[in-house]
């Protein structure tokens, strides 16, 4: 949904110690020497956006688990080592170079609202939210079904932003487990229109163990919530089969 020309921020100019103040945001990021020194902010830290953030604390990369009420995280901080911190949201969106949004979806307007134009100069937004009925209520869900689904609704609310569905439909509690398995790996469906974006997000689904396949665009996003024959635990060659055969 972006141009891939779109210009970098100053942050990512200073990944991996980068002095590429002239190169899109992609391309310096693909040029970092290391995966692990991309910052990750969480915005959400409840069950998701810890474990999520907990399984990059503990692959090395500097970890900001943000809410609503920062003080309330200490614990989740400690458990998930000396690369993790917490802070507001407005300091999460400061400091990652990526984003993973990780909230009930009826907060997401309200995060593009008042964040919109800075998650709009990052990378990659890690889109995991989704509309549940019995959280969100079922007007929500039909509101954002009526628009498209999560894939296109959230792009719409985060204008500009360079998004990419991933990580939807797995339980918090299976993230570790399931990462890093033995045998075959995991099967992660991803939904994204920034091929830049999509690249960043495999790669940092492929460092946490597990394998991503692209489901399509954004417009696919609908599939990637819980209770779709995409949800749960597959192969990637079972989601390229499930995929194969959603309109
Ligand atoms: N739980 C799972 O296994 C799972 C799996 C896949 C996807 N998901 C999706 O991930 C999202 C989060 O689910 P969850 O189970 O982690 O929920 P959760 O445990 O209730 O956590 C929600 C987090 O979002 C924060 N939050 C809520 N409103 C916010 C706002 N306006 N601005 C900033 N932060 C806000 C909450 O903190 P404060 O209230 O302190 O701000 C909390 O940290 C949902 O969309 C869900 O569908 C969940």
Do not use: C, W
């Not at 000396?82 to 949004?101: K, N």
């Not at 599939?223 to 309109?247: D, S």
Request: charged content about 20%; hydrophobic content about 45%.
């Amino acid at each position: 949904m972006n141009g891939s020309s779109f210009p970098i921020g100053r942050r990512e100019f200073i990944v991996a110690g980068l002095a590429v103040a002239s190169l899109p945001a992609g391309r310096a990021l693909a040029q970092a020497s290391s995966l692990s020194s991309i910052k990750i902010a969480t915005i959400g830290a409840g069950r998701e956006g810890g474990a999520l953030g907990t399984l990059y604390a503990r692959l090395g990369h500097q970890v900001m688990f943000s809410s609503r009420h920062p003080d309330d995280l200490k614990n989740l901080v400690a458990a998930a080592g000396p690369t993790a911190r917490a802070g507001t949201v407005a300091d999460a969106v400061a400091f990652g170079d990526v984003i993973f949004l990780v909230v009930p979806y009826t907060a997401v307007e309200q995060i593009g609202r008042d964040f919109g134009a800075a998650l709009a100069q990052k990378p990659l937004i890690l889109d995991v939210s989704n509309p549940i009925a019995r959280r969100d209520g079922q007007a929500i869900v039909d509101r954002v079904a009526g628009e498209g689904g999560p894939g296109l609704v959230t792009a719409k609310l985060l204008k500009g932003a360079r998004t990419v569905r991933a990580f939807n439909a797995i339980g918090s509690g299976s993230l570790e487990p399931l990462a890093h398995r033995a045998g075959e790996k995991l099967g992660i469906p991803i939904a994204g229109d920034d091929p830049k974006a999509i690249d960043l997000a495999s790669r940092l689904i492929r460092e946490a163990g597990f394998e991503p396949v692209l489901i399509g665009g954004l417009a696919k996003g609908k599939y990637l919530v819980p209770g779709t024959p995409l949800a749960g635990q597959h192969t990637p060659a079972e989601l390229r089969q499930i995929a194969a055969t959603l309109n």
